[in-house]
C-alpha cells in the first residue's frame, strides 16, 4: 500500500473555532472582548487589534473551513468550545446556566486583555471564587450527588438514606480541600477522553480546563498535595457511603438494577 | 432517558436541579451559540468585571499570577499574555481601586480566606510540637515546667473552643455504665449525710492512704500469726473510716484531662496494695486451716488485683479517660471486712465453707473478678482510642479544618471548628506565650477511696 504525501499548500482544513486556535491566547481575547472595550480602550489596543484581526483572517483563510461568521465571532466561538464547554461539567453546578459560564469567560478574558495575565488563570481565579461561595456550593453539591457516575444510590437507599448523605456530602465540600477534589473526581472520571483529545489537538496548553495543577497553584497547594487529598477524599467517600448504607458495595447491585 | 434522567428521578432526588451536562447537544449548542455580543451584554460584562475585580486580583496575587507592583507574572509560557508594564495605561482610574464604597466591606470573602485560616493552624501546630520538644528534652527544669504550663493552657483553649469527636460506647457498656454512675451518686449522696467534722475529713484526705496502708499491713500480720479478731476488728476499722470520711473528690477538670496525668494513680496504688496484703493474710490463714490451694489463689488474687489496678491507672495516664468505676471499690469494701469476720465466726477448718469454697476465698474470687474487670476495661477503652486515632489521623489528612492535637501523654483529640472564637496562640514572635493558672487544678485533693 503506498502513501500519497500531501503537498504543503495542501493543508486539512479544520472548523474555523479549532483553525484560529493558532492564534495566540491574548489575540484571541482583543477578538472576543473588542465589542466589550470602552472607547478608551479600544484605542489603546488598537494596533495589537488590527494586527489580530489581519492574523486571524489569514488563519481563516488559509486553515479553516467556509464560515459566514466574522473573526470576532470565531474568537467568541473559540472561548465557548475550549474554555467554556470542558468547564460545564466541573463547574457547571456552580452556576445557574450554561450561559452565565460563557460569559464569565468572556469576562476573564476581558481582565486579561487588560491586565495582561494569561485568561486561563483570570478564569481559574473567577471559577475558585464561585466554588469558595459557600451557598453556591452548597446548592451545587446536589447536583454532584445526582450522578450516578460518582457515587450511585443502592436500590434499598430510602429517602432518609439519600437525605443523610446529602447532608454528609455537605459537610465534606465545606471544607476548602475537598472541594477542587470533588472537581478534580468529576474530571478524571467525566472527561479522560475529552483530555486526551485536548491533549492532541493545536490547542494543546490553550484549553481552560480546570486542571489539577493549575487548581493547586491557585489554592497554594503542591499538585501531588492536591493528588494525594484526592485519593484520601475517593477512600473517604467510599467508606462513608459503606457506613451510611451498610453495603459493602454498590457495582452489582446497581448493575442489577 | 439518560442515566442522569434516571438517578434524578429516584427518590429523595427527584427534587433537585437537574445540571447541564456537556453530552447533551443542546446544552453544547447554548455554550456555543450566538457568538454576537450586544451593547447591553458589553456593558453588563464590563460591570461584572469592574465589580469582581479586587476579589480577583487577591486571588490571583495569592496564586503568583499577579505581583504586588501590578504586573502580571506568567512565569514565561509560549502564548501567555504580556506584561502589564505594557498594558498599565489601558487600565482605566477605577480598576485598581478598592470596591465602591456603598457596598461596605467584604465580610464574607474574610471568612473565605481559607489561606490564612491554614497558616494559622500550621502555625499552632508547629507551636505546640515545639512546646512538646521543650516539655521533654529541655535542660531547664523551669523552661520544662513552663512549657508544659503552656501547652496545657493551649491545649485547654483548643478543647474549650471546639468540640470533642467521641465514638459512643456499646450499648451494654452504656447499660453497665449508668448502673456504675447510679452506684456512684448513692455512695455520694451518703457520704453528704450525718454530722461530720470538717477538720477530721480533711484530716482524713491528707493522711488517710497512709493510715488505710498501715491498718492493711497489721492485718497482714495479725492474719499470719492467726489472731483472728484483732485481724477483724483491723480490716473492719479500715472499712469503716474508709466509708465515713470519705469526701466526693472534685471532677478531673479539662485541663487535667487535657494534660492526661493523674497524681491520684498514688492513692490508687496504695489502697489496691493494702487490699492486697489483706488477702494475703487471708490466703496464708487459708494455708494453715489446710486449704492450701485455695491460700496460694487467694494471694494471688490480691496480686492480680493490684497488677489490674495499675494496668488502668496506666491507661488513664495515657488519655484513655476511663471514668472512675465504683463497683469495685464498694465490693472491696465490703467483701474484705465481711471474710475476715466470717473466718473469726465460721473458720475454715470448722464451717466455714459455703458449697466447698471457704469464706476468704470468696474474696480472693471477687478480687479475681474485678481485676479481670478491670483488664477488659483497660483493654475495651484501648480499641476505643484505637479507632478514634485512625479516625483523628484521617480527619488530619482530609479536613483542613480538623486540629489533631498529639500530647506527650497520648492524648488524641479529634476537632470540628465550631464558631469563632480566638486565636488560641500568638502567632507573633514578639509577645512571650503567657500560662495562665497553676498548678493548684492539677494536684486536687483526692478523697480517700476515690479510687
Redesign the interface.
Known amino acids: 500500500m503506498s502513501k500519497t504525501k500531501a503537498r504543503p499548500d495542501q493543508v486539512e482544513r479544520v472548523s474555523p473555532e479549532l483553525a484560529i486556535a493558532r492564534l495566540d491566547l491574548r489575540q484571541l481575547c482583543l477578538l472576543a472582548v473588542n465589542p466589550v472595550l470602552t472607547a478608551a480602550e479600544r484605542q489603546a489596543v488598537g494596533a495589537e487589534h488590527a494586527r489580530a484581526v489581519a492574523e486571524g483572517e489569514r488563519v481563516l483563510d488559509r486553515y479553516a473551513t467556509a464560515t459566514d461568521l466574522g473573526v470576532e465571532e470565531v474568537a467568541r466561538v473559540f472561548f465557548g468550545f475550549y474554555h467554556a464547554f470542558p468547564n460545564l461539567g466541573l463547574v457547571g453546578p456552580f452556576f445557574d446556566d450554561a450561559a452565565e459560564l460563557r460569559e464569565t469567560v468572556l469576562v476573564a478574558a476581558y481582565d486579561s486583555v487588560l491586565s495582561g495575565v494569561d485568561v486561563r488563570h483570570e478564569l481559574h481565579a473567577r471559577l475558585w471564587d464561585r466554588i469558595c461561595d459557600e451557598d453556591r456550593r452548597a446548592e451545587a453539591v446536589r447536583c454532584y450527588i445526582a450522578d450516578r457516575q460518582l457515587h450511585s444510590f443502592p436500590p434499598s437507599a430510602g429517602r432518609e438514606a439519600v437525605e443523610r448523605y446529602r447532608r454528609r456530602i455537605d459537610t465534606l465540600m465545606a471544607t476548602a480541600e475537598c472541594v477542587p477534589a470533588l472537581l478534580a473526581t468529576w474530571a478524571i472520571e467525566r472527561h479522560r477522553d475529552r483530555l486526551q483529545d485536548l491533549a492532541k489537538a493545536h490547542v494543546k496548553d490553550k484549553h481552560g480546563l480546570l486542571e489539577l495543577r493549575a487548581m493547586a497553584r491557585l489554592m497554594r497547594m503542591k499538585p501531588n498535595t492536591l493528588t494525594r487529598a484526592l485519593i484520601r477524599f475517593r477512600a473517604r467517600l467510599g467508606e462513608e457511603m459503606r457506613l451510611l448504607w451498610n453495603i459493602e458495595k454498590t457495582d452489582h447491585e446497581d448493575d442489577e438494577r | 432517558m439518560t442515566?442522569?434522567d434516571?438517578?434524578?428521578n429516584?427518590?429523595?432526588?427527584a427534587h433537585?436541579?437537574?445540571?447541564?451536562?456537556?453530552d447533551d447537544a443542546d446544552?453544547?449548542a447554548?455554550?456555543?451559540a450566538d457568538?454576537?455580543?450586544d451593547?447591553a451584554?458589553?456593558a453588563?460584562?464590563?460591570d461584572?468585571?469592574r465589580r469582581?475585580?479586587p476579589?480577583?486580583?487577591r486571588?490571583?496575587l495569592?496564586?503568583?499570577?499577579?505581583s504586588a507592583t501590578g504586573?502580571?507574572s506568567?512565569g514565561g509560557?509560549?502564548?501567555?499574555?504580556?506584561?502589564?508594564s505594557?498594558?498599565v495605561?489601558?487600565?482605566?482610574a477605577g480598576?485598581a481601586t478598592p470596591p465602591v464604597a456603598d457596598e461596605g466591606p467584604d465580610v464574607?470573602d474574610q471568612?473565605?480566606d481559607?489561606?490564612r485560616?491554614?497558616q494559622v493552624i500550621l502555625a499552632l501546630v508547629e507551636q505546640i510540637d515545639e512546646l512538646h520538644r521543650r516539655r521533654v528534652d529541655s535542660p531547664s527544669a523551669r523552661e520544662r515546667q513552663i512549657a508544659a504550663k503552656a501547652l496545657g493552657e493551649a491545649l485547654y483553649r483548643i478543647v474549650a473552643g471546639y468540640q470533642e469527636d467521641y465514638e459512643p460506647p456499646h450499648r451494654a457498656v452504656l447499660a453497665l455504665r449508668r448502673a456504675d454512675r447510679a452506684l456512684g451518686r448513692a455512695c455520694e449522696r451518703l457520704a453528704a449525710r450525718g454530722p461530720r467534722r470538717q477538720a477530721l475529713v480533711r484530716w482524713w484526705a491528707r493522711v488517710g492512704q497512709w493510715v488505710r496502708l498501715l491498718l492493711a499491713v497489721a492485718s497482714l500480720v495479725l492474719l499470719w500469726h492467726q489472731v483472728l479478731v484483732a485481724a477483724a476488728v483491723t480490716v473492719g476499722a479500715r472499712a469503716l473510716l474508709s466509708a465515713g470520711l470519705y469526701s466526693p473528690a472534685p471532677p478531673p477538670s479539662r485541663r487535667q484531662q487535657v494534660l492526661g496525668y493523674d497524681p491520684g494513680w498514688v492513692v490508687v496504688f496504695y489502697t489496691h496494695a493494702g487490699d492486697a496484703a489483706i488477702l494475703t493474710g487471708l490466703g496464708v490463714g487459708l494455708h494453715m486451716a489446710g486449704h492450701t490451694v485455695w491460700g496460694i489463689a487467694t494471694a494471688f488474687a490480691g496480686l492480680f488485683g493490684v497488677i489490674a489496678a495499675m494496668l488502668r491507672a496506666l491507661s488513664g495516664q495515657h488519655g484513655f479517660r476511663l471514668e472512675r468505676c465504683w463497683f469495685d471499690r464498694v465490693a472491696m469494701t465490703v467483701v474484705l471486712p465481711t471474710a475476715t469476720i466470717g473466718a473469726v465466726l465460721a473458720p475454715p477448718e470448722g464451717h466455714g465453707m459455703v458449697a466447698g469454697v471457704p469464706l476468704a476465698g470468696g474474696a480472693g474470687l471477687v478480687a479475681a473478678f474485678i481485676g479481670v474487670c478491670e483488664v477488659g476495661r483497660a483493654f475495651y477503652y484501648a480499641l476505643v482510642r484505637r479507632r478514634l486515632f485512625r479516625r483523628a489521623a484521617?480527619a488530619q489528612?482530609?479536613?483542613?479544618?480538623a486540629i489533631v492535637a498529639h500530647t506527650a501523654d497520648g492524648i488524641v483529640v479529634n476537632l470540628r471548628r465550631d464558631g469563632t472564637r480566638p486565636e488560641l496562640l500568638p502567632l507573633d514572635p514578639a509577645p512571650p506565650l503567657q500560662a495562665v493558672g497553676d498548678d493548684s487544678v492539677l494536684d486536687p485533693e483526692r478523697g480517700p477511696g476515690s479510687r
Not at chain 2, 433537585?16 to 456537556?22: A, E, G, I, S, Y
Not at chain 2, 495605561?89 to 482605566?92: D, F, K, N, S, Y
Not at chain 2, 489528612?397 to 479544618?401: A, I, K, L, R, T
Open positions: 442515566a442522569h434516571r438517578t434524578a429516584e427518590p429523595g432526588t433537585l436541579r437537574v445540571c447541564p451536562r456537556p446544552v453544547a447554548a455554550v456555543v457568538p454576537h455580543l451593547r451584554t458589553a453588563r460584562l464590563r461584572t468585571s469582581t475585580r476579589r480577583i486580583e486571588y490571583l495569592a496564586a503568583g499570577h499577579l504586573s502580571a506568567d509560557r509560549p502564548g501567555g499574555g504580556r506584561r502589564r505594557t498594558v495605561p489601558l487600565a482605566p480598576r464574607v471568612r473565605r481559607l489561606t485560616r491554614d484521617e489528612g482530609v479536613m483542613s479544618d
